[in-house]
């Protein structure tokens, strides 16, 4: 059996009915059910995304500096052995 996801709306009263067919052969089998509140959150449309990027324009308060770049350490060469040749299918 595999894992389902089931979404339904509370009904009047505070009652959820719903009735979910697993198929043949999954009589007698023990289950879970857990309710849990859907997130209403919905994702942002592409209008959204974008005012909310404008809105940042402008926001950065400091200066931009870059960095020295630091001195490359010395290592020590260590061979690798080649991996093994493929083989043709």
């Not at 198929?23 to 942002?44: S, Y």
């Not at 809105?55 to 960095?67: I, L, M, N």
Request: aromatic share 6%.
């Amino acid at each position: 059996m595999n894992r389902i996801v089931v979404e339904r709306r509370v009904g009047d009263g505070g009652l959820l009915l719903f009735a979910l067919p697993l198929g043949p052969g999954e009589e007698g089998q023990d289950v879970r059910v857990t309710i849990e509140p859907i997130d209403l959150k919905r994702a942002m449309t592409p209008e959204e995304w974008r005012n909310g990027i404008l809105a940042t324009a402008g926001g950065w308060q400091g200066d931009f500096e870059r960095p020295q770049h630091r001195e490359l350490e010395e290592r020590e060469f260590t061979p690798v052995d080649s991996p093994p040749a493929r083989q043709p299918n």
